[in-house]
């Protein structure tokens, strides 16, 4: 679980609106206060989500970063000279997701670990993303000298663009990857393991492959790569296998998931808010110290930003 704006760290990485808006209260959860109120929930949701409001929280955080770093990066552009269809050409460029998800996926979520709206799934009969190719950018007006210049200098000043966010980044990437061991133990758990054998048998039952059958996280990657068959391997947007049956076999699975899974799905997001508390508890000064630096990395991009105008 992600936002077109960023590097994918992992082709669902992870990555929508700040639910404590202006109340400074943070995503930690009830009777913990916090002076950094927004930024603290969009890092809680960016790294450690316990609930489907704390990963919109954290789109909403991303998508801040994400803008403020195009920003940099149109504005080196700009100072080597290049105009707005060459910055705009520069950042498409990038290729940093040559592939966009079609609309009706519910790009909140965390299927993986029960973080999904089962209504949503069942109103949209979407659960996994379904991929097209991206256009390309946009030529249009640019010279293929120019376009050649602008390759000669766009990962530089993408270099140049993301400086300011390494050390969130780092930090973040370090207490996510302790948050999902976290989540690991509890999917170990007795009561889990006993509703992931039902969810196992009951996918089994409808069809299902040894390797979709496993866990949620496998029944999700393996819908990834069915509905997406073929599109990874597409050159061209012509050449994209049509969507309609794609479409069909997401729903179809889409129902199973829901049938099959409800009971599992309901007792993670029963149990992950409170395994978030000890999480908290137990990594206090680490969280503590990735909300201050989010803060300042926030303060820095806007401050870089502003002096361009």
């Given at each position: 679980m992600t936002s077109p704006l960023r590097p994918l760290l992992a082709l669902a990485a992870i990555m929508t609106a700040i639910v404590t808006a202006g109340c400074g209260v943070s995503a930690h959860g009830p009777g913990i206060r916090t002076a950094l109120g927004q930024t603290d929930a969009g890092v809680i949701g960016e790294y450690i989500p316990a609930s489907m409001s704390q990963i919109a929280d954290g789109t909403d955080f991303e998508l801040t970063i994400s803008t403020l770093e195009r920003e940099l990066f149109e504005d080196c552009i700009k100072s080597l000279g290049f105009g707005p269809a060459a910055q705009a050409y520069a950042y498409r460029n990038l290729n940093l997701i040559p592939f966009v998800a079609l609309s009706g996926y519910t790009q909140n979520q965390q299927a993986s670990v029960g973080l999904v709206s089962l209504q949503s799934i069942t109103q949209s009969g979407m659960l996994a993303p379904l991929y097209m190719m991206a256009r390309p950018a946009n030529t249009a007006g640019i010279s293929i000298a120019e376009q050649r210049a602008l390759r000669a200098d766009q990962w530089r000043c993408w270099s140049k663009s993301t400086e300011a966010t390494r050390e969130l980044a780092r930090q973040g990437a370090a207490i996510g990857r302790q948050w999902y061991s976290a989540e690991v133990r509890l999917m170990s758990s007795p009561r889990v393991r006993v509703a992931t054998k039902t969810f196992k048998a009951c996918v089994?039952?409808?069809?299902?492959?040894?390797?979709?059958?496993?866990?949620?996280?496998?029944?999700?990657?393996?819908?990834?790569?069915?509905?997406?068959?073929?599109?990874?391997?597409?050159?061209?947007?012509?050449?994209?296998?049509?969507?309609?049956?794609?479409?069909?076999?997401?729903?179809?699975?889409?129902?199973?998931?829901?049938?099959c899974g409800s009971p599992l799905v309901l007792l993670m997001q029963r149990l992950l808010p409170g395994a978030q508390q000890v999480f908290f508890q137990a990594h206090f000064g680490q969280v503590t110290a990735l909300e201050k630096t989010a803060a300042r990395t926030l303060a820095a991009l806007e401050h870089l930003t502003e002096r361009q105008f």
């Open positions: 089994a039952h409808s069809g299902a492959p040894r390797t979709a059958s496993e866990s949620l996280g496998q029944f999700l990657n393996w819908l990834r790569a069915e509905v997406n068959r073929g599109v990874f391997r597409s050159r061209a947007i012509a050449t994209q296998p049509s969507l309609q049956p794609r479409r069909q076999l997401d729903a179809h699975w889409s129902r199973i998931f829901t049938r």
